[in-house]
């Protein structure tokens, strides 16, 4: 992969620097705020090579790369001079007015997933850590008392025991508040005198009021409600001192009363919440959590999971989480087992790895989704190990990752439970997927043969054909997408060009995403900017997954009543993996009728015999 190339052609399609309000990246996606989304060409963007799909959730545009998502981050924080790419979980944190009015739902997923993404990777290795000493624990490989379980247990549990602090930290960064004043209010209800009062239940008195004895080790959402009332004090502070004095007397009297207000209010009323969030699981998550992850709404449980093992000591989700997870990967190994679609098995392989280690979106979006029935039979054969893992009741020491490195964390109440769950969701996903999950025309071999017929393309629609060149849309006059031709209707019927499947129905219906039988993958592109009628004067006669024969009837279109509206209707015929053919040639013909439009030379043809076309 050309990570320059690619991340120029990202920063072109979301429509330059100039329409980024803030970027960064997690473990497969570049995130943006985008001043505008109407200025992004996502059909474009996701047909760059290296690109799984385009996401667009919580607010946030994301491109989903896949593992080499820091490399291509890198080159384009440079390209677009963003934040150094080893700061780029900071900008995570950061708010920005992007120029859109987002709904509170929207705020406050993007708001959870900026706090913990920076560092939900520690989160994760920390608690690994902590699950291995349970394991070493178990099998009598280490003792508790030994100073070795002593130093990696302080290792991997000091970030659980000072969560109130990181949080502090990155939650300012969203609210805008003084860092390291959320940071001395995280740390002072944690402060070791306090610690073992509340510890003690001694009812500490401030002025005569009554503090609640509560600890706040490893809690979650007291600090959140701290930091947020901070956001509303600190600038009433700024006011009434001058410029000369703020620095010192905003942060004194911010910890004057937020301190105290914490522990006699914020934190009593956080316990309260978190106490009713703490109560049940819902076995229903080992079906639907890919379901939040692709909505990316799955960011509003984390708080959840983190503040049932601060408030119980364990959470029940997380173990239904990795049956999940596991469901996903045993659909990817069956993809890749059975599809001979090289390109697919490659990224089938690839991604079923990753999965187990609990990174699924190139999974979702590359494979199991892509493909349809995959992700279907995932999520049956999640449903059913979650299912047996609720009913074992699992129970997770610590926060990880749910993947299958988490499963140290889940040794005690239910283990047994768990690992049977996690078979059967594996096996479950991977069974179903290889005996249901493909289509009869999806297991069919695309190797190239030499009829004539299976390297030509038919025109689609009548007209007068024109250079792909010459049209006035630059992502596909520079034929980045592939090569091809265009053609200016006089008929708005589309029919197949070849004979093959049907692989993307837009439901816009501007545009039809065909696999010939053999190999060449077709788009057919209605109009130039006509996604933005959004299906007005379009009628898309076919399904994703069908199997059409050439000149079958694929979309109508209202040609006069699109060119009324102000669209130009010229309609685009590209090879989008050209790369995998030696030649892609339009024939000679200058109208588009029942003619042969375009020649393709597959590769196998060594240079100088002749062309089978």
Known sequence: MDYSELAQSILTNIGGKDNI???WHCATRLRFNLKSTDKANTEAIENLDGVITVVQSAGQYQVVIGNAVAQVFAVLADLAGLANPDT????????????????IINRFIAFISGIFTPFLGALAGAGILKGLLALAVAFNWMSTTSGAYKIWYSAGDAIFYFLPVFLAFTAAKQLKVNQFVAVSLGAALLYPTLVTVMTNSTTLHFFGIPVVPTTYTSTVIPILLAVWVLSYLEPVLDKLFPA????IFTPLFSLIIMVPLTLLVVGPIGGLIGNGLAIGAGVIMGAFWQVFVIFGVHWTFVPLMMNNIAK??????????SAAVLSQAGAALAVFLKSRDQKMKALAGSSFVTALFGITEPTIYGVTLKLKRPFYCAVVGGALGGAIIGAAGTHASSFTLPSLLAVPTFLGHGFMGEVIGLIVAFLGG????????????????HSVVSDQSDNTVMAPVEGTIIPLTSVHDEVFASEAMGKGLAIVPNKGTVTAPVDGTITAVYPTGHAIGITANSGAEILIHIGINTV?????????????????????????????????????????VIITNTADYQMVKPTDATEASDNWILELQPKEIMEGAPANV
């Open 21 to 23: 309000s803030k970027a």
């Open 532 to 572: 933005q009628l959004n299906g007005q004067y379009f009628e898309t006669m076919v399904k994703q997954n069908q199997v059409v024969k050439r000149g079958d009837l694929l979309t109508k279109f209202d040609v006069d009543k699109i060119k009324t509206a102000g669209y130009d209707t010229t309609v685009m």
């Open 244 to 247: 000369a004095i703020r620095n």
């Open 88 to 103: 780029a979980a900071d900008a995570a944190t950061t708010t920005e007015d992007t120029g859109e009015k987002q709904n």
């Open 430 to 445: 991977a069974i179903l997927t290889y005996f249901f999950g493909f289509a009869r025309q999806q297991q069919a071999d």
């Open 312 to 321: 119980m000591g364990y959470d029940p989700l997380l173990p239904i989480l």
